[in-house]
């Protein structure tokens, strides 16, 4: 019996290998990697073309500052280094539907000599994307936007007796921002999109329950003491800019707004200018502008010059 069996599945083998032979396509175009998937249209299943994109870009800057007889700043030589890592899935079929998944990752070391060393940059975002075509620019789409940081956050202070003092300001998934949205996107192509989200949600997390003790506040990032979340429902705004204004100089800019329904919007802005001086070394202008009500009534702005190295997979 299960000689029969055997022969039976080689058999099938042999007739079903030929078709899917040729059915994998890998394929190299500039620095995206493009796979191309096929079932054989002669077998039960429906005929499916499914394109993958892959897109990975590294980056490394080093900056720093030396000083002497400076009379602004305590201890202001300093030493920064930043590494920005983006990596991005994209599958697409015939049917005009598409799906993207994105990490960013953007995380800096800063170290001031005779003082303090700390994370100045921590920001990481998970990002999974369904879109359906409906028009050569247009587009419904649902996507869920997670944010966090890695590594603990402090507050550094000077107490009485001159010595440094630091209190815990923020830790991983403390707070842990996830943006939920449905709506509509126009997007053209070389150079950007805007995306309308008609619905949107908006879930705030704090996992370390003891920040509201460390930091002797009621209210962390807009939930309250003794819940772990807070829902917020509204609407929001995405513009997406990924251009090539000169063969040497890219903009690259991220513009989210979030407008609750009783509070004033959410604002979070990355503005950067990447100049290319060889085939790896960058210099970066990076402007980021932040503004959430239930975090701080002010405009928060920074601004940073960093020169690195960039790599492309």
């Avoid at 990002?127 to 996507?143: I, N, P």
């Amino acid at each position: 019996m299960w000689r029969r069996q055997v022969a039976v599945g080689m058999a099938l083998c042999m007739v079903v290998m030929p078709h899917f032979s040729g059915a994998q396509q890998l394929v190299w175009k500039e620095r995206n990697n493009v796979s191309v998937l096929a079932l054989p249209e002669d077998t039960l299943l429906t005929f499916l073309r499914l394109k993958i994109i892959q897109k990975m870009d590294y980056s490394f800057f080093l900056s720093g500052g030396l000083y002497h007889n400076w009379g602004h700043d305590l201890n202001a030589n300093q030493v920064i280094l930043v590494q920005d890592l983006v990596y991005q899935c994209q599958g697409e079929t015939k049917s005009r539907f598409r799906f993207t998944e994105k990490v960013t990752h953007h995380l800096g070391f800063q170290y001031l000599f005779d003082s303090l060393s700390r994370f100045h940059i921590d920001d990481n975002q998970f990002e999974t994307r369904m879109e359906y075509r409906f028009g050569k620019k247009q587009s419904a789409f649902l996507s869920a936007l997670v944010s966090t940081r890695l590594f603990n956050l402090y507050n550094f202070s000077v107490n009485d007796s001159g010595e440094m003092v630091r209190t815990l300001a923020a830790s991983f998934l403390t707070p842990l921002t996830a943006l939920f949205t449905g709506g509509v996107q126009l997007k053209w192509p070389m150079f950007g999109s805007l995306s309308i989200g008609v619905t949107s949600a908006k879930l705030t997390w704090v996992r370390d329950q003891e920040i509201y003790e460390t930091l002797g506040t009621d209210i962390f990032h807009g939930v309250p003491k003794g819940k772990k979340g807070m829902f917020e429902y509204g609407l929001s705004f995405q513009l997406l800019i990924d251009h090539d204004l000169l063969k040497w100089l890219h903009w690259d800019c991220d513009l989210l707004i979030f407008k609750n329904t009783n509070l004033p919007p959410d604002i979070s802005l990355r503005n950067n200018l990447g100049i290319k001086l060889a085939k790896l070394i960058r210099i970066r202008i990076q402007t980021r502008i932040y503004y959430e009500e239930q975090v701080r009534e002010e405009v928060q702005l920074e601004n940073f010059i960093s020169a690195g190295i960039v790599v492309s997979l």
